[in-house]
């Protein structure tokens, strides 16, 4: 894990860290993300001053006024009755039921250490050669399962990379956007033509069945949508404000834009 240097970033003169200590980028982004809504619900006088010298933790009665905070100051509009219409159309591999893919893949994981530029061109090279192979995918000798037992990090190696049926919810989501929903989305039985690459590192995946489903129709699923285009819109509201939060502040010892605040997560 990577971690930041010992010198403490601040945020409006605030430490976000003791001298000494250090975080991961990740928890340190978190804690200045905290730390600015803290400071402005102080200014709002929602929360009490306070004379710091480093950002202290908040306890669930802080949590709770800053949340109340952003619901005030956070507007979000509503999706209108044709917003509904057109993403419906435009995502309805999103709204199928049943769907699921008979999948065998081959794990090549993304570690502390690894050198990501050659395991990508090793993960290239598997998969150019299983797309090179003659015959179709029962043909002997089983290439996909021999390179899965000798290259897989995935403990399906040992049955031969097999995951056996899957759908778009047993998938982390760029799994499953890349195999499901997404614009290049699989559509045929075969070789998934190109590497996907998830939190866990590179697959290599081959679609041995499909299962299409069923498409509801949108009367069925209005108010799915109208939530999902609600948490879109929340989301990007969020991001406006923290950007905005962002921009206002004295900020040293560390880049933020808003963009990644766990408010959005």
């Not at 996907?196 to 499909?210: A, I, N, Y």
Request: proline letters at 5%.
């Amino acid at each position: 894990m990577n971690h930041t240097s010992t010198s403490s970033a601040t945020i409006n003169g605030v430490a976000l860290h003791g001298a000494g200590h250090s975080l991961s980028a990740e928890a340190l982004r978190e804690r200045a993300y905290t730390e600015l809504l803290r400071q402005t619900a102080v200014q709002g006088g929602l929360l009490p001053r306070c004379t710091l010298d480093t950002a202290p933790e908040l306890d669930a009665e802080a949590r709770q006024v800053i949340e109340a905070m952003l619901e005030h100051q956070v507007a979000t509009p509503l999706p209108s009755e044709d917003e509904c219409q057109r993403y419906f159309a435009a995502c309805q591999r999103r709204f199928r039921t049943g769907q699921a893919m008979l999948l065998r893949h081959i794990l090549f994981a993304v570690t502390p250490g690894v050198n990501v530029q050659l395991l990508a061109t090793h993960a290239e090279k598997v998969l150019l050669r299983l797309m090179a192979r003659d015959g179709s995918a029962a043909t002997e000798p089983p290439l996909f399962a021999t390179l899965a037992q000798e290259n897989s990090n995935c403990p399906s190696a040992a049955e031969g990379g097999m995951l056996g049926w899957v759908g778009p919810q047993d998938c982390v989501p760029e799994l499953a956007d890349a195999l499901f929903f997404g614009a290049q989305a699989c559509q045929a039985v075969g070789m998934v033509p190109r590497l996907l690459h998830t939190r866990f590192g590179l697959h290599v995946v081959e679609v041995l069945e499909q299962r299409p489903g069923t498409l509801p129709s949108y009367a069925d699923v209005r108010e799915r949508v109208a939530a999902q285009l609600a948490l879109q819109s929340r989301a990007k509201a969020l991001q406006q404000y923290m950007r905005l939060l962002v921009g206002q502040a004295h900020i040293e010892g560390l880049v933020l834009d808003g963009a990644d605040s766990p408010l959005l997560q």
